[in-house]
């Protein structure tokens, strides 16, 4: 049997399959074949006729409901009072906003910064782009200020022009840490000084399921810089692709210039609009975390019962993953082995960090496995790293 703890998707039972299928069919019989059409449209009551959107803004930022629908929810949400429809870029997922978003701001030899462990899909697009990539130090609570602050000064000294900053403040990836008030306002006070477009990661953000919320550097921001990419792949289901890039108007038409594609999924967009006007995301949303709250807690349980003193970890308050530190008694490669040889597929820390620092690290993904799946691929894999302990 496989116990795939390896990638982070949105339990199978947290979909809302019978809204889907209900605004579906309504979407359908009220639109006709408009609701298949490239562009969207709208009704002129008086007139009893059809108005249809601007194809081209539809194209290249995405349906225009959707868009109207996500500032107000994410406006009530965040707490930002100045977004409308043409502060967003609707996307293939959140994986294309971060890719538009570095080629739209990064040049080749200019300056990009991550964090120590980070996505890899973002670092490698900012590889691919050529850019100076520099690691910032993390620790419990997130990004490191000082260290920020350190490798911008090192850009400087060394000719390199500091451009552009991704970072992943709530439920960090892969650690799963939330970094402090306090710290998120001084990055934004050095992207300030330094002039950086800051790309705020929030994937995650409204999978929280128990602490405080914490202000995002979007609604923080009072500069124009920052930009805060998402997507419903991780709260409602993957198989929507679809993700959007939110911020001031100026920046958003950056990404729009470098657009070469036909835009998103229309369909899909009218979609989850409807599921958004008619109240349906934040129950969702809730339940959704409730179950992902219980399996963190099986995930956690059996870890501690099964991994005992060979790992720690930090218990997180939301998001899909533990991140296990291996104690140095661990012999890496054989543990490894062995929990593959079980049918155990885990993340290992090289994937986020490198070769070198991401060694004795394992990213466990609890989200997707039934719960019976979890204890028993767990307790596996606990069993690969007993029997490799080094006498």
């Not at 679809?242 to 835009?263: N, S």
């Not at 409730?290 to 501690?304: C, F, G, P, S």
Request: with cysteine; net charge negative.
């Amino acid at each position: 049997m496989t116990f795939n703890f390896d990638q982070g998707i949105a339990a199978e039972e947290t979909f809302p399959l019978e809204e889907l299928k209900e605004l579906s069919a309504r979407i359908i019989d009220r639109d006709e074949g408009r609701a298949l059409e490239y562009i969207s449209f709208d009704y002129d009551k008086a007139n009893d006729d059809i108005i249809y959107i601007s194809s081209y803004i539809e194209l290249v930022l995405g349906h225009t409901g959707m868009r109207e629908q996500l500032a107000q929810w994410m406006g009530a949400k965040q707490g930002i009072d100045w977004l409308e429809a043409d502060n967003y870029i609707l996307t293939s997922g959140s994986v294309q906003a971060i890719a538009m978003a570095i080629n739209a701001f990064l040049d080749p030899g200019e300056g990009a910064l991550v964090e120590a462990a980070s996505f890899p899909y973002a670092m490698r697009f900012m590889q691919m782009r050529g850019a100076d990539m520099r690691a910032v130090e993390i620790d419990e609570h997130g990004m490191v200020p000082e260290s920020l602050e350190s490798r911008l000064k090192e850009f400087v000294a060394d000719g390199v022009r500091p451009k552009f900053l991704y970072v992943i403040p709530t439920f960090q990836l892969p650690t799963g840490v939330v970094m402090p008030l306090k710290r998120r306002l001084r990055i934004l006070e050095l992207a300030e000084e330094y002039d950086l477009v800051v790309l705020e990661d929030n994937v995650y953000g409204d999978l929280r399921y128990e602490g405080e919320h914490l202000p995002t550097l979007l609604s923080l921001d009072r500069n124009g810089r920052v930009i805060q990419s998402s997507s419903f792949s991780k709260t409602v289901a993957p198989a929507l692709r679809l993700g959007w890039m939110a911020g001031p108007k100026e920046l958003i038409g950056a990404l729009a210039a470098v657009r070469q594609d036909l835009g998103t999924s229309q369909w899909t967009a009218r979609l989850m609009a409807e599921f958004l006007a008619e109240g349906k995301l934040e129950p969702h949303i809730e339940r959704a975390n409730e179950v992902y709250r219980r399996k963190r807690d099986i995930a956690v349980e059996t870890v501690r019962e099964h991994c005992g003193e060979h790992v720690t970890f930090s218990v997180p308050e939301g998001a899909f993953y533990l991140w296990l530190a291996l104690d140095e008694s661990v012999d890496w490669e054989s543990a490894q082995r062995d929990a593959s040889m079980a049918g155990v597929f885990c993340r290992p820390g090289e994937k986020f960090m490198g070769a070198e620092a991401g060694r004795g690290f394992l990213r466990i993904a609890f989200s997707h496995a039934p719960d019976h799946e979890l204890r028993r691929g767990l307790a596996a894999l606990g069993k690969a790293i007993r029997d490799n302990v080094k006498q």
